[in-house]
Structure formats: structure tokens, C-alpha cells
């Protein structure tokens, strides 16, 4: 009889014990995918202030070669020469 009783109070605890192993696991999913949701937000952001930097620069290097073609041409050159010779090597 004590035995019964005692199997029926393990069982009892393992009931809970599965609840709240359940419940714990829920938790950190949703924990995961909060953290998960607001990380890709930021990368988000974060890009949109990359794209839109690199859109400036770029406005503002085009501006410079239209009002200057002839040094941008040379200075174009002088790039291409150094990396020919690296890549000669």
C-alpha cells in the first residue's frame, strides 16, 4: 500500500515536473525568438544606415568626377597602374 502511495506521488511529481519543463521550454522559445526578432530589427537599421552612407559617398564621388574628369581620369590611372604591378608580382 505504501508503495501504491509512493509510485502515485512520483508519478504525481514527474506530472508536474513535465509541466513545468514544458512551460520552461516555451519560455525560452519565446525568449529566443523575441531576441532573434529584435537582433534582425537592428541588422535592419543597421543596413538601412550603410546603404544610405554608401548612397552619399557615392553621390558626393560623382559629383567630383563630373566637376573634375580629367584629375578623376588620372587618379582612375594611377589606381590601375598600382594594382597591375601588385598583381604582377
Known amino acids: 500500500m ?6 502515485q506521488e512520483l508519478q504525481e511529481q514527474l506530472d508536474t ?4 519543463f514544458a512551460e520552461v ?6 525568449m529566443t ?3 532573434a526578432k529584435e537582433s534582425q530589427d537592428r541588422v535592419k537599421v543597421a543596413a538601412g544606415h550603410a546603404q544610405d ?4 559617398s557615392f553621390t558626393k564621388v560623382q559629383g567630383e568626377v563630373e566637376s573634375h574628369p580629367y584629375s578623376s581620369m588620372a587618379v582612375a590611372f ?7 604591378k601588385i598583381l604582377d608580382r
Open 2 to 7: 505504501a508503495t501504491a502511495q509512493t509510485n
Open 17 to 20: 515536473l513535465r509541466k513545468d
Open 25 to 30: 521550454t516555451k519560455t525560452l522559445k519565446d
Open 33 to 35: 525568438a523575441a531576441y
Open 53 to 56: 552612407q554608401v548612397k552619399e
Open 78 to 84: 594611377g589606381i590601375g597602374l598600382v594594382i597591375g
